[in-house]
């Protein structure tokens, strides 16, 4: 393959910020974060649940929370809402929502794309799945501006519903996925084990 030319200043600092865009639920780039942190028991009870969950899950509770910066910039803050018995080691098989509060303008097309590199990290599915969960996401994610919020919501049982700002975006019905897509933050394959163990309250 040909190499690339070296990219001028201007050009290299568009593709930072889109790959700033891509880590928004890709977190391949969390090593750079210094604001992780796991949610303290007082903190995790005073927290607001969701609108999302209030229905849905209303025994969740945050389990833990961490921010991803990019060059110094915060990018978003990640919550983790499962009810009381959640099991890490078994997370596809909980209902829980991971919720994403932005502090950036970032673009959905982005997200969901880094999305597909990531659950490759987690486990290996074909072309065919690839298509299909590429254009669910792009539908699930829109471009985003501050204080925007992604959730996806697992049932535990192969369901999965997206919503931003309590909107719901898209939905499936697919085990693998949910497995694939939430291990991009909770399995062990993750590329960010530090935001894991925040988000497990395992710090």
Do not use: C
């Amino acid at each position: 393959m040909k190499p690339l030319p070296p990219l001028q200043p201007r050009a290299r600092r568009r593709q930072a910020l889109a790959w700033g865009a891509a880590s928004a639920l890709a977190p391949s780039l969390i090593a750079m974060s210094n604001a992780l942190h796991a949610m303290t028991p007082a903190a995790a009870h005073a927290a607001d649940l969701p609108t999302e969950l209030r229905s849905a899950q209303p025994a969740s509770r945050l389990v833990g929370t961490g921010v991803l910066r990019f060059f110094g910039l915060r990018v978003y803050e990640a919550r983790l809402w499962a009810a009381p018995g959640f099991l890490p080691e078994d997370y596809a098989r909980h209902p829980f929502a991971l919720e994403l509060v932005y502090d950036r303008k970032l673009e959905g097309a982005a997200i969901a794309e880094r999305s597909i590199a990531e659950m490759r990290r987690v486990g290996s599915f074909t072309e065919a799945q690839s298509r299909q969960w590429l254009e669910l996401m792009q539908q699930a994610f829109p471009d985003v501006q501050p204080r925007d919020r992604l959730l996806g919501l697992n049932d535990g049982q192969g369901e999965v519903r997206f919503f931003h700002n309590s909107r719901p975006t898209a939905q499936i019905r697919d085990a693998e996925y949910a497995r694939l897509f939430f291990g991009i933050w909770l399995a062990p394959q993750t590329s960010a084990p530090a935001m894991r163990t925040a988000l497990l309250g395992l710090g």
